[in-house]
């Protein structure tokens, strides 16, 4: 693994992957963490580059780019070539994977539109080499697939933790806590409750925390509070919450921000944290329309949104949505221990922040690089030329976090040397001075066999392979698949390439990832990764057992071939 650590204040203001380098995760912890990316033919038509990393030509006058950003947010097979570039905003969601493994362990498939591959491969915190100030290390690895040519590469960016808990910097936290009749289900406003509870225990005298609940409408039953000699206050305020009527979601956050606002401390983390099971049905219901009304908190005060999901039903697409535009992040919590993570092990980390606005780019080289794919990220693509406009919405990150980007990358036989340079771009969250950091990869970086890499790899692979099965839904069996990605057809080919396969649930599917598994397979390396005392990996293991079974699988070898194709 390749790593490049950041120093605090280093600010790079560089030409886009010009001289050989190229142009991250919210917050976690307690005091005491649509359609996918496309697959993209590179040109190997040999144009100019700089160093070891490519600089795309601009257009001609009047000519239009061709950088192939998603701008529609459409899928699409094969970008206009040339083009080289991934960019996207971080994420550090992990809602996705919690929400499946509660609906496998009741016994059903998640909605393939519901499983995101990021959120997925995120809730694994990796052993990358963390920097020394408050940017990101970047490194690169990655290996070879079980698929002719098709190798993982794996892009890790990290954030420093905090040395201890004194170093953070007070926190007041306005929640904002559904209490419609939905709530009234075991596990949601009980398991609410309790981790409040466990919270308010765990919070320093120096936190501050306002309560507003909503059902049909909202109200504020505790002021922004210093917690001091008041935690029984906030007790008896939290146990008096009871299920009541309808779900008033934009009622619930408009009066939680008013109150944040209200009770906003300079030089302490101010956030909003949204628990509940995001089904509006009253009020304004869309995530837009809701974000619109507290605009001016979220820009003038820079107060962020933090989401937390309970219930087996629950509003996934919404919550997400509210999360990303709301400059915040989102989680899953289905039982009392991974509330206790959620609230105190990983608290610092949902409450602070390291980096705003935080984007990513991946420049692949034509000379060596034949296809790339990024694994999941949909909703987070950003146009190829905004990744140094900083006015452009990123991602927010907090310390202690990892945040992975998975790419199937095809390589052109008989080459070597540069495969790609990866780039991070990110704004101090005081000062918002832009800052960016680059680390590259070479052909030999990708040589070794992926089920023989190291475990962080591995359980990268894992994660990104049982996330792109579910995906596929009831088509998600053990056994051979369909090939992995579309042929290239050249680059004269101007038709468009037939649209993916459509399931009941209206999400388009795809085809395998490179190399894929039989579910059976991944359950198998989950248990040789995990240990005793580490549950995070038996419960991987045994949610793609699960998996298996529901889709009658058969403990077949896996597929996931490709049909060779040439770019002229």
Request: charged letters at 30%.
């Amino acid at each position: 693994m390749r790593t490049w650590k950041v120093r605090r204040g280093s600010k790079v203001r560089r030409g886009l992957l010009a001289a050989a380098v190229a142009g991250g995760l919210l917050l976690t912890g307690c005091s005491s963490g649509g359609g996918e990316h496309t697959d993209r033919a590179v040109d190997g038509s040999g144009k100019e580059r700089r160093g070891t990393a490519p600089m795309p030509a601009p257009p001609a006058p009047g000519e239009e780019q061709r950088d192939g950003s998603q701008r529609d947010g459409r899928e699409r097979d094969f970008a206009p070539t040339p083009d080289y570039l991934s960019t996207f905003a971080l994420d550090v969601d992990t809602a996705s994977y919690g929400y499946a493994r509660r609906t496998l362990a009741e016994g059903r498939l998640p909605d393939p539109s519901t499983v995101r591959p990021e959120e997925f491969v995120n809730s694994f915190r990796q052993d990358y080499p963390r920097p020394e100030g408050d940017g990101f290390s970047v490194n690169v690895d990655g290996a070879r697939t079980d698929a002719d040519g098709w190798s993982l590469m794996r892009v890790g960016l990290a954030t420093r933790a905090d040395a201890d808990d004194g170093e953070r910097p007070p926190a007041a936290l306005t929640f904002v806590i559904d209490v419609s009749g939905s709530m009234a289900e075991p596990g949601r406003l009980d398991l609410v409750k309790e981790s409040l509870g466990i919270m308010t225990d765990e919070l320093r005298d120096d936190d501050s925390i306002a309560l507003v609940t909503f059902s049909d409408s909202a109200k504020t039953v505790l002021p922004m509070t210093r917690l001091g000699e008041n935690r029984g206050k906030v007790h008896s305020a939290v146990a008096a919450m009871e299920p009541t009527q309808s779900t008033n979601l934009e009622a619930g956050i408009r009066t939680g921000y008013d109150t944040a606002v209200g009770g906003r401390r300079d030089g302490a983390t101010n956030r909003v944290v949204l628990l509940s099971d995001a089904l509006a049905n009253t009020g304004e219901t869309s995530a837009d329309g809701i974000l619109e009304r507290i605009s001016d908190a979220r820009g003038e005060h820079g107060i962020t949104l933090f989401g937390v999901g309970v219930g087996s039903d629950y509003g996934d697409a919404l919550m997400e949505r509210l999360a990303d535009k709301g400059d915040g992040h989102t989680t899953y919590v289905s039982d009392s221990e991974e509330a206790r993570k959620v609230f105190c092990e990983q608290l610092p980390a949902n409450i602070e922040l390291r980096a705003r606005d935080a984007k990513a780019q991946v420049a692949f080289d034509p000379k060596t690089v034949k296809q790339f794919r990024l694994i999941g990220y949909d909703n987070r693509a950003v146009a190829d030329d905004d990744f140094r406009d900083d006015s452009v919405d990123g991602g927010e990150v907090g310390p202690g976090h990892t945040v992975t980007a998975l790419y199937a990358v095809k390589m052109r036989p008989a080459t070597s040397g540069h495969v790609a340079t990866a780039s991070v771009r990110w704004l101090d969250p005081d000062s918002r001075a832009p800052h960016e950091e680059s680390n590259q990869i070479e052909s030999g970086d990708l040589e070794g066999g992926l089920w023989n890499a190291d475990r962080g790899l591995r359980t990268t692979a894992v994660a990104a392979y049982f996330a792109d099965a579910l995906r596929q839904g009831t088509s998600a069996r053990s056994g051979p698949g369909d090939p992995a990605v579309r042929p290239d057809t050249g680059a004269t080919t101007t038709a468009p390439a037939p649209e993916p396969m459509s399931t009941s649930t209206g999400f388009a599917a795809r085809r395998p990832l490179p190399g894929a598994p039989s579910l059976a397979e991944l359950a198998r390396s989950a248990e040789e990764l995990s240990s005793d005392d580490d549950k995070a990996l038996r419960d991987l293991a045994t949610a793609v057992r699960q998996a298996d079974r529901l889709t009658g699988g058969s403990g077949g070898e896996g597929g996931g071939g490709e049909e060779e194709g040439e770019i002229r």
